[in-house]
């Protein structure tokens, strides 16, 4: 049996689970001087270059929780088990839902189907907002379902693939794969692209036929390196990001990349720390490393563009790129808009004052959602 590994900001304590491996994403505080203080904010006097469009509340959020974007709407979902479809142009309610329980991961959704995970580790299930299915699952989930071709993918710790026909919850296929001796107690990626669903198996980017469970392709994000299982441990981090045929992605501590999904083939890596999913366009990959310092490689061939340490230490969110701006949440509640071609800082937005925890983008307005449970929807102009 495998070892669970879990990493604190005081101790490395062993214990096992279900024959798999996770270690704590909150190692990331070692890498710093715990005295150190957050970046003070830059002197704006420029003209505001967005507005929140609107904004609404819900449950906090105390899992990590992904915003679904299927057709013209934000799903999203709160700690409490609620569940909410809204209109991205206006933040109108579409519908609403209850899955029952408090949540440990989601929400994944196609627009009729939402599906989220409970804290028994259930795989829940709703359709226009009704439960209408659960499924216990074998090994704790922390990354979002997709649900995707009346199917709903689930990906574990011990990264085991997992579809279910959306209908009836009857089990399809599990794809099960030699892994690595650590994975990551933090979301995976799982997402599509065209007919192949993709997902993160380690440091790995897999290509999958979503109607059998047979692996396709395979492609490296970063090559682990160190002189034991903690140092190597590279798994992928969502939110991948979709940009024509590339696929990027973050490998935990190690590297930023993209892949052809096309080919299933590398196309670029640059080493770089960090533990959160990154933000793109069609000409720049964005992400910030263990310290928030951000930095753009340019999507074509990995070239640096830019780096920017104004936001270092103050706990950053997953970025999105808009309108040739870079949008980023902070500790403190302020949404910072950068210049995608220079990195420089804008304008800022404040939000409810409580950290930006999730982020989505949809056609030309982002989401940036509070652990507090508050719901801004941004334009970037």
Not at 3 to 9: C, G, N, P
């Given at each position: 049996?495998?070892?669970?590994?879990?990493?604190?900001?005081?101790?490395?304590?062993?214990?096992?689970?279900?024959?798999?491996?996770?270690?704590?994403?909150?190692?990331?505080?070692?890498?710093?001087?715990?005295?150190?203080?957050?970046?003070?904010?830059?002197?704006?006097?420029?003209?505001?270059?967005?507005?929140?469009?609107?904004?609404?509340?819900?449950?906090?959020?105390?899992?990590?929780?992904?915003?679904a974007t299927p057709g013209d709407s934000f799903v999203v979902a709160g700690s409490d088990g609620s569940l909410r479809a809204l209109a991205a142009a206006d933040g109108r309610e579409l519908w609403r839902g209850n899955a029952g329980g408090k949540l440990l991961a989601g929400v994944g959704s196609d627009g009729?189907?939402?599906?989220?995970?409970?804290?028994?580790?259930?795989?829940?299930?709703?359709?226009?907002?009704?439960?209408?299915?659960?499924?216990?699952?074998?090994?704790?989930?922390?990354?979002?379902?997709?649900?995707?071709?009346?199917?709903?993918?689930?990906?574990?710790?011990?990264?085991?693939?997992?579809?279910?026909?959306?209908?009836?919850?009857?089990?399809?296929?599990?794809?099960?794969?030699?892994?690595?001796?650590?994975?990551?107690?933090?979301?995976?990626?799982?997402?599509?692209?065209?007919?192949?669903?993709?997902?993160?198996?380690?440091?790995?980017?897999?290509?999958?036929?979503?109607?059998?469970?047979?692996?396709?392709?395979?492609?490296?994000?970063?090559?682990?390196?160190?002189?034991?299982?903690?140092?190597?441990?590279?798994?992928?981090?969502?939110?991948?990001?979709?940009?024509?045929?590339a696929i990027c992605a973050r490998a935990f501590q190690s590297a930023v990349g993209c892949v052809n999904a096309e080919r299933g083939s590398a196309l670029w890596n640059r080493v770089v720390g960090g533990t959160n999913g990154i933000g793109a366009d069609d000409q720049v990959v964005v992400a910030g490393d263990?310290?928030?310092?951000?930095?753009?490689?340019?999507?074509?061939?990995?070239?640096?563009?830019?780096?920017?340490?104004?936001?270092?230490?103050?706990?950053?969110?997953?970025?999105?790129?808009?309108?040739?701006?870079?949008?980023?949440?902070?500790?403190?509640?302020?949404?910072?808009?950068?210049?995608?071609?220079?990195?420089?800082?804008?304008?800022?937005?404040?939000?409810?004052?409580?950290?930006?925890?999730?982020?989505?983008?949809?056609?030309?307005?982002?989401?940036?959602?509070?652990?507090?449970?508050?719901?801004?929807?941004?334009?970037?102009?």
């Open positions: 049996m495998k070892r669970l590994v879990q990493i604190s900001l005081i101790a490395l304590a062993a214990t096992s689970l279900s024959g798999c491996s996770t270690i704590s994403s909150t190692w990331n505080s070692w890498f710093g001087d715990a005295k150190t203080q957050p970046a003070k904010l830059e002197t704006l006097s420029g003209p505001a270059t967005g507005r929140v469009v609107w904004s609404g509340k819900g449950d906090g959020i105390a899992f990590p929780l992904s915003v009729r189907f939402a599906a989220v995970v409970n804290r028994d580790n259930e795989l829940v299930v709703l359709d226009a907002g009704r439960v209408t299915w659960k499924k216990a699952l074998p090994t704790p989930v922390v990354a979002a379902p997709l649900v995707a071709g009346e199917r709903v993918f689930a990906l574990t710790l011990d990264r085991q693939v997992i579809a279910f026909d959306a209908l009836d919850g009857r089990k399809i296929w599990e794809l099960r794969r030699p892994g690595d001796p650590l994975t990551l107690s933090k979301a995976g990626v799982l997402t599509a692209y065209k007919d192949t669903l993709i997902v993160g198996q380690g440091s790995r980017l897999a290509g999958v036929d979503p109607l059998l469970g047979q692996l396709r392709w395979e492609a490296s994000i970063a090559t682990p390196r160190g002189t034991n299982e903690v140092e190597r441990l590279a798994d992928l981090v969502g939110p991948a990001v979709r940009q024509g045929e263990a310290s928030d310092r951000l930095s753009a490689w340019k999507l074509a061939n990995g070239d640096l563009a830019w780096s920017a340490d104004q936001f270092q230490l103050r706990k950053l969110s997953v970025p999105v790129v808009l309108n040739k701006q870079v949008l980023i949440g902070d500790y403190e509640g302020y949404v910072h808009l950068l210049d995608r071609d220079t990195g420089k800082t804008r304008s800022r937005l404040t939000t409810d004052g409580s950290p930006v925890v999730a982020t989505a983008l949809l056609g030309d307005t982002a989401l940036f959602v509070t652990k507090g449970g508050g719901l801004f929807a941004i334009k970037a102009e």
